[in-house]
């Protein structure tokens, strides 16, 4: 039987006292640098889970600003064309809980937000987020309860934005490719490729 932690006291026995400096930096509303940060940035991951505890973590990405600041404890994020599995979504109706990280190309360190999030459908909110001439259905108005910037060390190790880190063509499989053996669909790679670019060109907004 392996070693393991299983209880609050051992947990923190082990790792010991957090920095405080950390701690100084958890916020329960959005300053001046939460927002400048927010209003450049392009890409969040948002995490979620049912009922029972099960999580999923989505990727949203956009325009940077994508994700709109209502106030200093309100935050809405627009739902662009999907899948339509909306597992965000179902969980977020069993458990309002939900947690964000915001990224900055070329930035090492990232924002993390918790709180709670209510799907809204109220134009008066996603007006606001509309691109082109296609409506924005449905988002997320999020009251947040916890904020703080994270530090770079998880960037620098991974060498995340690092132009040599970028995958090379090739080197995995095509997405198209992964579909069409997953999802046993009789189609050639090449077609299912040439699907994903049209849908890829056409269906973002």
């Not at 930096?25 to 300053?31: A, E, F, G, H, K």
């Not at 939460?34 to 325009?63: L, N, V």
Request: proline share 4%.
């Amino acid at each position: 039987m392996t070693e393991s932690i299983g209880d609050i006291d051992t947990l923190e026995k082990h790792f010991g006292e957090p920095i405080e400096l950390a701690l100084a930096v958890m916020l329960d509303s959005l300053d001046k640098f939460h927002k400048q940060y927010i209003e450049r940035s392009p890409f969040a991951c948002i995490a979620t889970s049912d009922a029972s505890g099960q999580p999923t973590i989505s990727p949203k990405g956009d325009a940077p600003g994508f994700i709109k600041i209502i106030d200093d404890n309100t935050l809405l994020m627009p739902d662009r064309i999907g899948n339509n599995k909306v597992e965000s979504f179902h969980n977020l109706v069993e458990n309002p809980k939900m947690g964000l990280i915001f990224m900055i190309p070329g930035l090492r360190e990232t924002l993390r937000i918790s709180g709670e999030a209510a799907i809204t459908t109220d134009q008066k909110y996603l007006k606001a987020c509309q691109v082109g001439k296609t409506p924005v259905r449905t988002g997320l108005l999020i009251k947040v309860s916890k904020v703080y910037f994270h530090c770079g060390k998880a960037m620098i190790r991974s060498r995340l934005w690092d132009e040599e880190s970028k995958a090379k063509t090739g080197e995995l499989a095509s997405f198209g490719e992964i579909l069409k053996e997953e999802a046993r669909i009789n189609e050639s790679k090449e077609n299912m490729e040439n699907h994903l670019e049209e849908v890829y060109e056409k269906e973002l907004y």
